[in-house]
């Protein structure tokens, strides 16, 4: 009983370790925020709200942001609407190659970004697709296709076909049976693989790094500035979305819940 008790108090005590190891940089990049100092270390010099000032006032950073929530926002709608369509043809119809298909659309998930960026590039290049946002949101799009579709395909393996069957014998089309019975069904998926893709979207570096041209992203904006060390600035758009990813995931959890 004793020795359970003991290993109970390490296994709480490795989590809690875990935790701060993850989180405790967040604090640290939120606090240094509001240093009254360029210069990132302790004590703190004081409180200021300048950064957030000169965050907001910086041009090339408020355009790589928007740059960043473009891409983000048409990557994950590509992802969702063609992840969504090809989970459902995989989980209801046979067909041959089917278990190829749903493997190769997959497999960017296993591919390194260095890999995958260098090999759209080499692909783009060939076909006429130039350097830009657009052909950073076609490989970002690409890469994320196999969240959605393993996280909605999962979903769909829990659906009763007996509703689908039964929807059906009652007259409904199957575009209506899709919006009255199955989307409500795998909505959860597709919200939580949404704001996966969004996520990973937005910071992504490798593949963007590959495909974008003169517009760049806040990632590649904040990767180029490192060479001179860490900003307060930085710090300050650092804070600013953590807290919007705060909220993001909040509002995520209500939305779930009312599902419910």
């Not at 875990?18 to 604090?27: D, E, G, K, M, R």
């Not at 190659?97 to 692909?123: D, W």
């Not at 059906?168 to 089309?173: E, F, M, N, T």
């Amino acid at each position: 009983m004793r020795s359970l008790l003991w290993w109970q108090h390490g296994l709480v005590g490795t989590s809690v370790l875990v935790l701060a190891f993850l989180y405790v940089p967040i604090l640290l990049l939120i606090l240094f925020s509001f240093n009254d100092s360029a210069v990132t270390s302790f004590p703190l010099a004081g409180f200021t709200w300048r950064w957030y000032a000169a965050a907001v006032a910086n041009g090339q950073m408020l355009t790589a942001l928007q740059n960043s929530l473009v891409v983000a926002v048409c990557a994950t709608v590509v992802s969702v609407v063609v992840g969504v369509t090809a989970a459902i043809a995989l989980d209801r119809y046979e067909f041959v190659g089917k278990r190829l298909f749903q493997n190769v659309i997959l497999l960017p998930l296993s591919l390194p970004g260095l890999v995958t960026g260098i090999a759209m590039l080499n692909f783009y290049k060939q076909i006429g697709i130039p350097q830009s946002l657009t052909a950073v949101v076609i490989g970002h799009s690409t890469a994320l296709l196999g969240i959605v579709v393993s996280q909605v395909m999962a979903r769909l393996a829990k659906v009763n076909s007996r509703m689908l069957e039964a929807s059906s014998d009652l007259g409904a089309k199957p575009l209506e049976t899709f919006r009255r019975v199955t989307l409500p069904q795998i909505m959860p998926s597709i919200l939580g693989a949404a704001l996966l893709c969004f996520t990973l979207s937005f910071d992504e570096i490798p593949v963007t790094y590959f495909l974008t041209g003169r517009d760049v992203t806040l990632p590649i904006y904040i990767y180029s500035t490192l060479r001179r060390g860490i900003t307060p600035e930085i710090n300050a758009i650092g804070s600013i979305i953590v807290a919007a990813s705060l909220l993001l995931v909040i509002a995520s959890v209500k939305l779930l819940r009312n599902q419910k």
